[in-house]
């Protein structure tokens, strides 16, 4: 069996117009196994790089569909760059209906889904998340419906955009050998922490393709492969003597992944 391809579909809202784009395309090639893994609410730099580095570590191809001029012409240029193949689907059509009207578009993501009591939901549990993601705003930690943490590049912060697209509140705590956890981690509900874990080798494959993406050494200790199995031992020793669920992250998809914090946190 060929291995499944994996579309990475980037959206500034829900993603749902770029989905059912691409699932219509795709029907004229039902031979092939292809996967698509929808990443939604992207508005920051930052979570552009993220959703290209896992693209480029899965050999994907990037479909987006984001209305902010500048996040749309970074995914075009970081995708050039990174040799990955891309298609913007929306911004030709808004600069064409642009310059037949003579005025520019209004950039606001999700118009085309109204508003209603789900979506202001949602948008206030993404709001919640980016706040609170990487170790931020430690204090409001309890206000959280879930809480994630991990060593660096455990997949904490796609898992948490994830999660708060589908209206859960998420914090993610990173967790660093040699410095301790913020003392509220441990105010929370244990029943709402989730702990996690990935295979050694799969982290450093994750760590050597961010430092090549920032131009930086790979061979830092960042990505030492001895650094790293001492990092993962020490996360493991930490999290039993912890009462949380600690679910391993290695070879799942961020959908998966999150169904499986779902049901183990009894939320589904």
């Known amino acids: 069996?060929?291995?499944?391809?994996?579309?990475?579909?980037?959206?500034?809202a829900t993603g749902e117009t770029a989905e059912k784009m691409v699932m219509a395309a795709l029907l004229q090639f039902r031979d092939r196994d292809v996967k698509l893994r929808r990443i939604s609410n992207v508005r920051s730099k930052n979570q552009v790089y993220e959703a290209l580095d896992e693209a480029l570590s899965a050999n994907g191809m990037v479909v987006y569909t984001i209305v902010n001029r500048e996040l749309a012409r970074l995914v075009h240029d970081e995708c050039g760059s990174l040799g990955l193949p891309s298609i913007d689907l929306l911004t030709p059509l808004l600069m064409r209906i642009a310059e037949f009207f003579g005025h520019s578009p209004r950039e606001t993501p999700g118009l085309l889904h109204g508003v209603d009591e789900d979506y202001f939901r949602r948008v206030d549990a993404v709001e919640f998340t980016v706040?609170?993601?990487d170790g931020q705003e430690t204090a409001h930690l309890p206000k959280a419906d879930i809480v994630l943490v991990g060593v660096s590049r455990s997949s904490k912060t796609p898992l948490s955009i994830y999660l708060a697209h589908r209206g859960w509140k998420v914090a993610n705590v990173p967790l660093v050998k040699g410095i301790d956890p913020p003392k509220e981690l441990f105010a929370v509900d244990p029943k709402r922490v989730v702990g996690l874990i990935i295979d050694s080798q799969r982290l450093l494959e994750l760590r050597v393709t961010r430092l090549k993406h920032l131009g930086l050494d790979t061979k830092a200790a960042y990505a030492d492969f001895g650094q790293i199995e001492d990092e993962l031992q020490y996360a493991r020793a930490f999290f039993r003597k912890q009462p949380w669920v600690v679910i391993d992250v290695s070879g799942k998809a961020v959908e998966e992944t999150a169904n499986e914090v779902l049901v183990k946190l009894k939320l589904k």
């Open 1 to 12: 069996m060929p291995e499944s391809q994996i579309v990475f579909l980037l959206s500034d």
């Open 131 to 133: 706040k609170h993601d």
